[in-house]
């Protein structure tokens, strides 16, 4: 099945490194790691991958690779396009998230309100609270409002190159989104 939904729009090696095991094994170790939150040198290989010689880093390697070539985005959006029926877009919420990154990462800041280092993320559900569509990740020392226009238009790429239709849509936010730049992008794209 994961060959089917996502490891077809994963990239490749075309030369050198070739995994020793199947992919779709590599997809679901990430997958169990990313469902439970555990730590990468804690992952289950013995039971998750057939292979004895696997380790966690090789696991860890082919998300990095993932991550940064836009493998997952791609099969993020090609999974939205193909089971868009099951979105119930009646109405849609917008949040953010804050999430502790003590070991750093990209977008990551001190937050005075977590005392920590933070990581922000801007996500887009449906009436049932799937996420339909996200922002990139940004420095946690920002509000929600942090170039709020870029990360919506960002989110209404990707629901337009997944072919949902966005006219109409009814959008819930918390006030602390109560912008007039939001309320004129919204406008434009017919987002009530």
Known sequence: M?????????SQAQRGFVCRV???????????????GTQWHLL???????????SWSAVYYHFRKWCKDGSWRKAWLALSKAHKRLF??????????????????EAVAYQGRKKGKT????????????????????AGNHNDLYQIKAQVEEMISQLKEADIPIDGLFLNADAGFDSQKLRQLLEKEDII
């Open 44 to 54: 289950p290989i013995k039971a998750l991958i057939t292979s004895s010689s696997y």
């Open 2 to 10: 994961l060959n089917l939904l996502i490891v077809q729009h994963l």
């Open 22 to 36: 199947e992919l779709w094994e590599v997809v679901n170790a990430i997958l169990y790691k990313l469902k439970t």
């Open 119 to 138: 990581t922000n993320i801007l996500l887009l559900s449906d009436r049932n609270g799937l996420v339909v569509a996200c922002g990139k990740p940004l």
């Open 88 to 105: 119930d877009l009646s109405t849609a919420q917008l949040d953010g998230t804050h999430s502790m990154a003590k070991r750093g990462g």
